[in-house]
């Protein structure tokens, strides 16, 4: 009996573009009954100030310092960084079997927002684009060390996800070398500019316009979508309809696009299980101080854990762990889903009931 192949019903694999690797996805694993584990769920009931929180205003942190009593954007240099300014020249290698290099750095950690409760989504998008601006502003900065290679801007959010503290906050780590996500991404990228001379991300923007299939939003200056090679359940990645390949080139109309996709996609997923959700969450660019990239196209991701509800996450483990990524959910069940949320944040509809 002849059947047709389905992406939404039978096992196969997709290729990630930007990495050349692969991921395995199971949609009909769906029908399986749950008997895992369920996560408790952390109250979201933070107070608007913590007289305990290191990042709140005018509190004490952990190297003596005192934060400034601040109103918008507060950044500082990490007082436990991964990576440290000083750390001296150095390398080993023995018979090309224990082999180490030393490794460079500046970590900066920027509160979002004074308020210890006041994640992005709940953020206006001109208190967002402020924090963008932030982001410009450290990357041009940091980017003027002509030895740092590499600048990652990021956000880990939520207990989940392992975040040290709760008041809302990114960080930005750079390095004397190209990490190995970057470095895949580029060589991708690259492989792909030489051969068509355009942006691999322009060209797959473009086919994801006309399909609308994962498409989430979109404005002037930004799409959000669920890559069709998503690993995690609800990942989903934002990218400049601009070909630019950092953050650097954004206008003050770009920044404000930008502030506006981060507010829509975080208030889908907040409302998507009603809780504060979490992600770890990225942006890519190029590499600084180490020619131009012209093959480079900025975007953003987020990769958040949940699968089923609030309390139900996805694990990476067995397989994955030991062959390739493996999903159950497709993306575009995922992208239909985050579309038919509203913008507005769940905590305000309730409110208005």
């Known amino acids: 009996m002849n059947q047709t192949f389905e992406l939404d019903s039978n096992p196969h694999t997709r290729l990630n573009i930007l990495t050349g690797e692969w991921v395995l996805v199971s949609p009909h694993r769906t029908k399986r009954p749950w008997q895992g584990k369920v996560e408790d769920v952390t109250p979201d009931n933070r107070p608007e100030y913590d007289p305990k929180c290191y990042l709140c205003p005018g509190n004490g942190r952990a190297d003596g310092d005192s934060n400034p009593e601040y109103t918008e954007s507060f950044v500082f240099n990490n007082d436990f960084a991964a990576l440290l300014e000083d750390t001296p020249a150095g390398d080993m290698n023995e018979d090309d079997l224990l082999v180490a290099n030393n490794q460079r750095g500046l970590c900066r950690v920027i509160s979002f927002s004074p308020k210890h409760n006041l994640t992005l989504p709940e953020m206006s998008v001109e208190a967002i684009t402020a924090v963008v601006n932030v982001w410009q502003n450290e990357f041009n900065s940091l980017a003027e060390n002509d030895w740092i290679k590499y600048i990652q801007i990021f956000e880990n959010k939520g207990e989940i996800m392992g975040c040290s503290n709760p008041h809302p906050h990114g960080q930005i780590w750079s390095q004397g070398d190209i990490p190995l996500e970057i470095a895949k991404e580029t060589e991708r990228q690259k492989t792909y500019y030489a051969i068509h001379r355009r942006s691999l991300l322009a060209d797959y923007l473009k086919l994801e316009q006309k399909k609308n299939e994962r498409i ?138």
Not at 302 to 313: G, H
């Open 216 to 353: 989430i939003f979109e404005n002037d200056h930004f799409a959000v979508l669920v890559p069709f090679w998503a690993v995690w359940p609800y990942e989903t990645m934002i990218i400049s309809k601009r070909h630019v390949n950092s953050i650097k080139l954004f206008t003050e109309a770009e920044k404000k696009s930008l502030a506006e996709a981060i507010k829509v996609l975080t208030t889908k997923y907040d409302n998507l299980f009603e809780t504060s959700f979490p992600y770890s969450a990225g942006m890519h660019q190029a590499p600084v101080n180490n020619g131009y990239y012209p093959e480079w196209h900025w975007h953003m991701h987020f990769y958040p854990p949940l699968l089923r509800s609030a309390s139900v996450k996805k694990f990476m483990v067995g397989y994955e762990m030991l062959a390739n990524p493996q999903r159950d959910i497709t993306p575009e069940f995922a992208a239909n889903r985050l579309k038919e949320m509203s913008t507005t944040h769940y905590k305000i509809s309730k409110t208005e009931d």
